[in-house]
Structures are given as C-alpha cells and as structure tokens.
C-alpha cells in the first residue's frame, strides 16, 4: 500500500522535504524493502542546536530495522535519491544513522520571495479543507464572574480556534452556559438575600450560598428597578424563579465583557435550560435504550459519602464500563429528575445535530474523570470513534508578591480576569496562558509578567518585532535605499551571514511550525518557536554592534542593504502572523 505524508501541498521547505522523504519510503514498499512505515516515529529536527546542517532526519535509522532485505543498501539508496533533488546542496549519512542535509541557497531565497507574494496569509494552509469544528470552552457556571480557574482555557480554546481557521477549517466558538440545576437554585437563593439586606433585613447566608460582593450590585439593580415588589410577592416559585433568572442574565452579560477584555469573543452561547425545554434528552434515551445500554440498578456507595448521607437507590444507570469507565453512571436520579451527565449528553446530541465534522472541549483538570463517559456517549451519538475531542487544562497558580493567592468562588475570595487584566494586560496574559503544555500546571507571577527584561519572554519578542520596525523605518526615510518589494530581484546571498542564514531558516519555518501546532492541537508550539526566532535575532542585532559588515543598513552598499531588508522584512511579516494568532499586539515602537 502507497502511503501518503501529506495530501496538501504547503510551500515551505520543510513539507517539501518531507514529501520526498515519502517518495523513498513508498519506493521501498513497492520494491518490498519494507513491508510498511510508521510516520509517527519518522523526526524531522529543523530547530534544535544539536542538529549538523540545516535539517536532519532519523530515516535511515527507522528503515534499517524495516530492512527485509539485509543485503540491500539502504545507505546508497537514499543518499542517490536525495542527491537527485535539485533543492539539496549537501547530504551527510552520518554513523549515528541520523542524515544531515543543507539547502541550496537559490532554494532557501525562492521560498523568501514566496513569502514576499503570499505575505498576508503566510503559513496559512488547506488541511481543513473547510471542514465543520466547534470548540467548546470556558463555560464557567454562570454562578459569579470569570476568575483565575478559567484563564488558562479561555485563552487555549480562542488560540487553538484561530490555528485551526489558519489551517482551512471552518470554526465555530461556543459557550455552553449551565443556566440549570441545584447551582443555580442556590445563586437565586444568594441573591434573593442580598436583595432583602438592602431592606435592612437581619438574613445571613448559608456556607454553601454565594456571599460574592458581585450579588450585592446585582441586588441593587433589582432593589432600583423594582423597590420592595419582590418582598410583597407571595408566590415563591415565582419569586425565586425571578432571581435564577435575573442573575443568570447580568453573570453572563459580565462574563462577555470581562472575556472581551482579552479579545475573547463567541459565536454561540448555548443554554442548559434550551436544551431541557426542546427535549434533546428524549432522542439521546431512546437512541441508548435502543442499544440496550440503559438499565435500572443501585450504585455502589461513593467513597467520598458519609455512611448518615448516603442510603441504596435505584436508578437508571447508563452502562459506562462497556467502554472502559471504572463503574455504570447514573442517568436519571431516583426522583426521575435527568443528571447533569443526561442532560450534558443531550446538549452534545444537539450539537452533533448542526453538522459539524468535529467537536473539540477544553475542560478543566477537575473534568478528568468524565472523559471517558463523556466520549463514549459521543461516540454512540456520532457513530464516530473520535468524534469528540477533548484538551484538557491543568491549574494556574496565580502568585503576586511572592506569595500564593488561594481562590475560591464559594468564599467570595477569588481574583477576577478583570483584575488580572488591569493589572498585567491583555497581551501578558494571553501569551503565558499558552506558553506551556496545557496539561501541566502552570505558575503565573503576576509581577514578572510585567518587567521590561529580556526574562520576561512576551516583552522579548514583541521589542523584536520593534527592533526590526524601526530599521525598516528609517529605511523608508532614506533616500538613497529603493523599495524593497519591487526590488527583491536584487537580493544576494553574498551579503547574507550564516547568522543570518539561520534566522531565514526559522522565518521559512513558520508554515511547517503552524500546521503542526494545528495538526497536534498544541498552542505551546508557536510559543516555542517565537521565543527560539526572537532570541536569535536579539543575539544577531547585538553582533552587529561590534560588527559593522552585520549592520542591516549601508547606504553605501545599496544591494547589501537591501539584502539585509528583505529578510529582516520576512521576520517582521511571520512575527506579526504569530502575534495575530495567539492575539497579542505588534508593537512597532517600544
């Protein structure tokens, strides 16, 4: 069987000889050398310092222990091949097994002129090819304002949606807004009281009511609307229905303003209660009950119960453990009230319904153990096995002052997104929200986020971006020097640094780097990349101040000048791409 790498061609370097790469394996199979490959062990090092050359692979080394044919020499063989390709100045086969390759540089300027043409979508790619995804994120409980908890997945989701759409797929961003339940039930209760505080009533909160200080301007909103209306009310259910609803309305109003703060906005906000009212649940039980995976039974006591709290009830259990869940979970309680798993089902089956090709959630750590269920539901849904993905985020340790701020919504002790952002900014906040694995906790110190230094990373790489403005700046006030575009049939590579050559390396990086991050799922990446690209070019700029041929401007050497303009340009254009993605500024002064 033929394998194909990639059915969609990127004009980048390193696509391009990963492609080649799967003309030697694909050879190899129809020579029955091999019998298969496994792409995924197949390491392409474009980055690392370690690397001999521009680029090296572990081809050779995989192949060898595919090699059915033991007297064939694969060595010849891919050496010929790669020798053949007109883009390859040199190739190495080293003994460690690892095949070193250095571009010829008429290739390497080629690809720097199609960033030219291409500038304003460059590394943009087809990959999706328009397919249908919805990415699912924050829906924090509309129970009190965005706080630290959410940050970390506010950010991920709004990145990961706008690498995705820089790869061809259509994306849609939702909030999924808890607006049922015993939570709810408790805010209205919450602020119920607040509303009777201002009464001078002597009510106190429970420890399980929210004593949050937003409740209070929340109940002063109802108190100058509507007086002492709410206190006459003799009708309970109306009156408590009232303040579920109204606090539902103005959290999630401030919740779209505190997430714009950010730049974080959705298309969708989707209702718990709406999915109750239309009755998706009733097509999800009849779908699971068809499949027989519903039945009556009593659940084992959780080990978290007390022995007082806890009695044997029969319940309408969902068979979870026919795929791989540790027990059967309920799915409608005792009383015949849907769980929060029913009715979480029920708002993916209408999902499912709109006729995306993918949904994707990113939920807190604390969600871990719902997964499984949760995508095995999908799966019955979709009849896909991994049609629901899910990326999760692990903690953010908020520190100021060197100390650790504990947080907790319940308390009323927790610090804002609103806060945060005042105090460090959008971009500070958006570029370390994504600057780790999401699946490992992270440290936010809110006070080195905000020095000027090259230790703090965001301000390292946006002073690049600036640094290069303000040469291209005074390039467009000289007289003497032309405009670049229309004189990139003058660039020369004898007035380009090996220094240099390493920075276009990593600029003619950025469409491979990009599709990868999409291909993965994984912002970090471009975070990576950034600060590798932007501490090459710092160390390059400061060599230029002891060496005057580094300089990246000469009027006296107009060609050179312009040379140097074209690919600090290239930096400036894949720079900005980056920025624009993980949604932070460029700024051109500093």
């Given at each position: 069987?033929?394998?194909?790498?990639?059915?969609?061609?990127?004009?980048?370097?390193i696509t391009e000889f990963k492609k080649d790469l799967n003309k030697i394996i694909n050879d190899l199979i129809e020579k029955n050398i091999i019998n298969d490959f496994n792409f995924n062990k197949l390491?392409?090092?474009?980055?690392?310092?370690?690397?001999?050359?521009?680029?090296?692979?572990?081809?050779?080394?995989?192949?060898?222990?595919?090699?059915?044919?033991?007297?064939?020499?694969?060595?010849?063989?891919?050496?010929?091949?790669?020798?053949?390709?007109?883009?390859?100045?040199?190739?190495?086969?080293?003994?460690?097994?690892?095949?070193?390759?250095?571009?010829?540089?008429?290739?390497?300027?080629?690809?720097?002129?199609?960033?030219?043409?291409?500038?304003?979508?460059?590394?943009?790619?087809?990959?999706?090819?328009?397919?249908?995804?919805?990415?699912?994120?924050?829906?924090?409980?509309?129970?009190?304002?965005?706080?630290?908890?959410?940050?970390?997945?506010?950010?991920?989701?709004?990145?990961?949606?706008?690498?995705?759409?820089?790869?061809?797929?259509?994306?849609?961003?939702?909030?999924?807004?808890?607006?049922?339940?015993?939570?709810?039930?408790?805010?209205?209760?919450?602020?119920?009281?607040?509303?009777?505080?201002?009464?001078?009533?002597?009510?106190?909160?429970?420890?399980?009511?929210?004593?949050?200080?937003?409740?209070?301007?929340?109940?002063?909103?109802?108190?100058?609307?509507?007086?002492?209306?709410?206190?006459?009310?003799?009708?309970?259910?109306?009156?408590?229905?009232?303040?579920?609803?109204?606090?539902?309305?103005?959290?999630?109003?401030?919740?779209?303003?505190?997430?714009?703060?950010?730049?974080?906005?959705?298309?969708?906000?989707?209702?718990?209660?709406?999915?109750?009212?239309?009755?998706?649940?009733?097509?999800?039980?009849?779908?699971?009950?068809?499949?027989?995976?519903?039945?009556?039974?009593?659940?084992?006591?959780?080990?978290?119960?007390?022995?007082?709290?806890?009695?044997?009830?029969?319940?309408?259990?969902?068979?979870?453990?026919?795929?791989?869940?540790?027990?059967?979970?309920?799915?409608?309680?005792?009383?015949?009230?849907?769980?929060?798993?029913?009715?979480?089902?029920?708002?993916?089956?209408?999902?499912?319904?709109?006729?995306?090709?993918?949904?994707?959630?990113?939920?807190?750590?604390?969600?871990?153990?719902?997964?499984?269920?949760?995508?095995?539901?999908?799966?019955?849904?979709?009849?896909?096995?991994?049609?629901?993905?899910?990326?999760?985020?692990?903690?953010?340790?908020?520190?100021?002052?060197?100390?650790?701020?504990?947080?907790?919504?319940?308390?009323?002790?927790?610090?804002?997104?609103?806060?945060?952002?005042?105090?460090?900014?959008?971009?500070?906040?958006?570029?370390?929200?994504?600057?780790?694995?999401?699946?490992?906790?992270?440290?936010?110190?809110?006070?080195?986020?905000?020095?000027?230094?090259?230790?703090?990373?965001?301000?390292?790489?946006?002073?690049?971006?600036?640094?290069?403005?303000?040469?291209?700046?005074?390039?467009?006030?000289?007289?003497?020097?032309?405009?670049?575009?229309?004189?990139?049939?003058?660039?020369?590579?004898?007035?380009?640094?090996?220094?240099?050559?390493?920075?276009?390396?990593?600029?003619?990086?950025?469409?491979?780097?990009?599709?990868?991050?999409?291909?993965?799922?994984?912002?970090?990446?471009?975070?990576?990349?950034?600060?590798?690209?932007?501490?090459?070019?710092?160390?390059?700029?400061?060599?230029?101040?002891?060496?005057?041929?580094?300089?990246?401007?000469?009027?006296?050497?107009?060609?050179?000048?312009?040379?140097?303009?074209?690919?600090?340009?290239?930096?400036?254009?894949?720079?900005?791409?980056?920025?624009?993605?993980?949604?932070?500024?460029?700024?051109?002064?500093?």
């Open positions: 069987m033929r394998l194909n790498f990639t059915d969609h061609y990127m004009n980048d370097y390491s392409i090092d474009y980055s690392s310092k370690s690397k001999q050359g521009d680029i090296s692979t572990n081809l050779f080394l995989i192949l060898l222990k595919q090699n059915l044919k033991k007297n064939y020499d694969l060595k010849d063989h891919i050496f010929k091949f790669l020798s053949s390709l007109n883009y390859i100045e040199k190739i190495d086969i080293v003994k460690a097994g690892f095949i070193n390759v250095v571009f010829k540089k008429d290739f390497l300027i080629s690809k720097l002129i199609d960033l030219f043409s291409n500038n304003e979508q460059y590394g943009f790619n087809n990959i999706g090819n328009g397919k249908k995804i919805n990415i699912e994120f924050v829906s924090a409980n509309p129970t009190g304002p965005i706080h630290v908890a959410h940050m970390r997945g506010a950010v991920l989701g709004d990145v990961l949606a706008s690498i995705l759409e820089s790869s061809g797929f259509k994306v849609t961003r939702e909030y999924y807004v808890n607006d049922a339940g015993s939570q709810i039930r408790v805010m209205g209760q919450s602020l119920y009281k607040r509303y009777q505080q201002l009464f001078d009533n002597q009510v106190v909160l429970t420890p399980n009511e929210y004593p949050g200080e937003y409740l209070k301007n929340i109940a002063k909103i109802i108190y100058d609307q509507d007086g002492d209306k709410w206190l006459k009310t003799k009708n309970e259910i109306e009156k408590f229905k009232y303040f579920e609803i109204f606090a539902v309305k103005n959290l999630v109003a401030r919740i779209k303003e505190d997430l714009s703060l950010i730049n974080i906005n959705f298309d969708i906000f989707t209702f718990e209660s709406e999915i109750v009212v239309n009755k998706f649940i009733n097509k999800v039980f009849t779908l699971l009950k068809e499949k027989n995976l519903l039945y009556e039974g009593v659940l084992d006591k959780p080990m978290n119960e007390e022995e007082s709290d806890w009695e044997p009830r029969k319940q309408l259990l969902y068979r979870s453990t026919n795929f791989g869940d540790d027990v059967d979970r309920a799915f409608q309680k005792a009383n015949g009230e849907w769980t929060y798993f029913a009715n979480d089902a029920a708002y993916h089956y209408e999902k499912y319904s709109r006729g995306y090709d993918q949904l994707i959630n990113i939920w807190g750590a604390d969600h871990i153990g719902y997964i499984s269920r949760m995508k095995s539901i999908v799966e019955i849904i979709s009849n896909k096995k991994n049609y629901l993905d899910i990326q999760i985020c692990q903690m953010v340790h908020l520190r100021k002052n060197g100390k650790l701020l504990k947080i907790s919504k319940r308390e009323g002790n927790f610090v804002t997104l609103k806060k945060i952002q005042q105090e460090v900014g959008k971009d500070a906040l958006r570029y370390f929200m994504i600057s780790s694995k999401s699946g490992t906790p992270m440290d936010f110190d809110m006070d080195k986020v905000v020095e000027k230094n090259k230790d703090n990373p965001v301000f390292y790489c946006q002073y690049a971006f600036a640094r290069a403005s303000s040469v291209i700046r005074k390039a467009n006030l000289s007289k003497e020097i032309p405009d670049i575009h229309s004189s990139i049939d003058q660039f020369s590579s004898n007035y380009v640094s090996e220094h240099e050559w390493k920075i276009i390396l990593k600029i003619l990086a950025w469409p491979y780097l990009l599709s990868q991050a999409a291909a993965f799922k994984q912002p970090h990446r471009i975070i990576i990349y950034l600060e590798d690209l932007c501490s090459h070019f710092h160390s390059f700029w400061n060599k230029g101040k002891d060496d005057q041929s580094l300089r990246l401007i000469d009027e006296k050497n107009i060609n050179k000048t312009i040379s140097k303009l074209i690919w600090l340009e290239s930096l400036r254009i894949t720079l900005k791409q980056a920025f624009n993605i993980i949604g932070i500024d460029a700024p051109e002064i500093m």
